[in-house]
């Protein structure tokens, strides 16, 4: 059989001892004290951080202090200067040796100008006849130092005794 449980509402309850609330109250000081001290860490840690960026801010802005804009005399001088390098540097030596050591000599070299800017040179030469032209033009496609050589522009003068090829080749030159 089963035993009935005796359940009494109205029973007086066990009173606390003295002793057990004073401890309750120390302890709930003590975690009051605690709370504060933990408040005043993050305050000081945020402090602390604040300051470390504000440090880090002053020396990347000291290292990579802003120049000011140039001025247009400056940007012109600066432009006509990267203009004399460009024309400084075409390996002008080599460009004649390919241009002029055509070994058929059938070709006669009337002018080169140059392009340094796009580092190009104009090629305006004569040949015997529209074969010649063609070889010369493979000829200087297949250099090492001369890229994209391509015809411009062809005349047959035909006033000409031989009726010689006008041409003009634009090539341009690797840079290294």
Same mark, same amino acid.
């Given at each position: 059989?089963?035993?009935i449980?005796?359940?009494?509402?109205c029973?007086?309850?066990?009173?606390?001892?003295?002793?057990?609330m004073?401890?309750?109250?120390?302890a709930?000081l003590?975690?009051?004290?605690?709370?504060?001290r933990?408040?005043h860490?993050?305050?000081?840690?945020?402090r602390?951080?604040?300051?470390?960026?504000?440090?880090?801010?002053?020396?990347?802005?000291?290292?990579?202090?802003? @120049?000011?804009?140039?001025?247009p005399? /400056?940007?012109l001088?600066?432009?006509q *200067?990267?203009?004399? !390098? =460009? #024309?400084?540097?075409?390996?002008?030596?080599d460009l004649?040796?390919?241009?002029?050591?055509?070994?058929?000599h059938?070709?006669?070299?009337?002018?080169?100008?140059?392009?340094p800017?796009?580092?190009?040179?104009?090629?305006t030469?004569?040949? @015997?006849?529209?074969?010649e032209?063609? /070889?010369?033009l493979?000829y200087?496609q *297949?250099?090492?130092l !001369? =890229? #994209?050589a391509v015809l411009?522009?062809?005349?047959?003068?035909?006033?000409?005794?031989?009726?010689?090829?006008?041409?003009?080749?634009?090539?341009?030159?690797r840079k290294?």
């Amino acid at each position: 059989m089963m035993q009935i449980p005796d359940i009494d509402f109205c029973r007086r309850r066990v009173r606390t001892e003295t002793s057990g609330m004073i401890l309750l109250c120390a302890a709930a000081l003590l975690l009051i004290a605690c709370g504060g001290r933990l408040w005043h860490a993050y305050a000081e840690n945020d402090r602390a951080q604040a300051q470390a960026e504000a440090v880090q801010h002053r020396t990347l802005a000291q290292r990579h202090a802003v @120049k000011p804009p140039p001025t247009p005399a /400056a940007r012109l001088a600066e432009k006509q *200067s990267q203009s004399i !390098l =460009r #024309e400084l540097t075409v390996p002008w030596q080599d460009l004649f040796s390919i241009v002029e050591d055509y070994p058929d000599h059938d070709v006669a070299l009337i002018g080169i100008d140059q392009n340094p800017a796009q580092g190009q040179i104009r090629i305006t030469a004569e040949a @015997k006849n529209l074969d010649e032209m063609i /070889a010369y033009l493979k000829y200087l496609q *297949s250099s090492v130092l !001369l =890229r #994209e050589a391509v015809l411009n522009a062809h005349l047959v003068e035909n006033n000409v005794p031989g009726k010689p090829v006008r041409f003009l080749i634009t090539a341009v030159w690797r840079k290294s």
